[in-house]
């Protein structure tokens, strides 16, 4: 177990017995990045640590699920369980959670549906669920998180639309939603939203025209909407936005010209490739 105050990482082997239970005020549980760590989450560290405040068990080999009663840790602040083996549904009780403000799940195999009930979540700031197999919608409740600054919801198996509401977050700086199964329009509210700094919707099925609401607040670190089935032309307004550092549209149904200037100046061919009508800028003279 990691020393008191100081996280652990190195590789070590073995298991989390059900003894470290017998803590009962502890506080902390961190065991992180240690490599060879296999076998379940203990049920009891959910029931038997009502004092625990941050559960970190990154970059291990656990398997089987998050316990169910997980919820039950009225004082947890932060639940780090990423980059592990850990299957099965994300427990409904971890809307319980009311003190949490930093979720990581990512990176495991998880199954089944993003809990519906997310949303109650409000102290929440990170919630990191990427790179699982999670299936079904991105549940509406996301859109009323007010602290949530990062979101990564990508390489799952999501389905439906992105929720319209999802750009009016006044804090939200990053959003991965890439490599889903996504479908529907692109919500204007998530290119207006000035705060945003990365956004990648990145090989979904998303249609409809990139909508043409950038401003001069606009400034944008990653702007990844390729493979998708997007159509019309590239937004002019894009000109007008403040920063726009990487931008993505390529393997879309794009046509007509590629506006001039910033940021289209600095860009090569790769970020317009595949859409086979676009012209102008680095893919040479429109004829």
């Not at 992180?32 to 049920?43: E, L, M, R, Y």
């Not at 990423?82 to 199954?111: F, M, V």
């Not at 998180?145 to 390489?155: K, N, T, V, Y």
Request: proline share 8%.
């Amino acid at each position: 177990m990691a020393p008191a105050g100081r996280p652990a990482s190195g590789v070590m082997s073995g298991y989390i017995s059900d003894a470290v239970c017998r803590l009962g005020r502890l506080s902390s549980l961190v065991l992180a990045d240690w490599k060879q760590i296999s076998g379940p989450v203990p049920s009891c560290v959910a029931t038997d640590l009502p004092y625990l405040r941050i559960l970190e068990l990154p970059g291990n080999r656990l398997t089987g699920g998050i316990p169910p009663s997980v919820g039950a840790l009225s004082r947890l602040t932060v639940l780090n369980l990423a980059d592990n083996l850990l299957s099965g549904p994300i427990p409904g009780s971890i809307t319980s959670l009311a003190s949490l403000k930093h979720l990581d799940l990512a990176n495991n195999q998880l199954t089944g549906h993003v809990p519906a009930d997310l949303g109650k979540l409000a102290l929440l700031s990170r919630a990191l669920l990427g790179r699982n197999r999670l299936l079904g919608p991105i549940p509406p409740s996301v859109s009323s998180m007010p602290r949530l600054a990062d979101l990564d919801l990508s390489e799952n198996q999501l389905t439906g639309s992105i929720p319209d509401g999802l750009g009016s977050g006044h804090v939200l700086t990053s959003l991965y939603l890439g490599a889903n199964r996504l479908s529907g329009s692109i919500p204007a509210s998530l290119l207006r939203n000035s705060g945003l700094g990365i956004l990648n919707l990145s090989r979904n099925a998303l249609e409809g025209a990139v909508p043409d609401v950038f401003t001069p607040r606009s400034y944008f670190m990653l702007l990844d909407l390729s493979r998708n089935r997007l159509s019309g032309g590239v937004p002019r307004s894009l000109t007008s936005a403040a920063y726009v550092g990487h931008l993505d549209l390529s393997h879309n149904r794009l046509c007509g010209a590629i506006p001039a200037g910033p940021p289209f100046d600095h860009l090569d061919a790769d970020s317009f490739g595949g859409n086979t009508c676009l012209c102008g800028g680095p893919l040479g003279k429109c004829t």
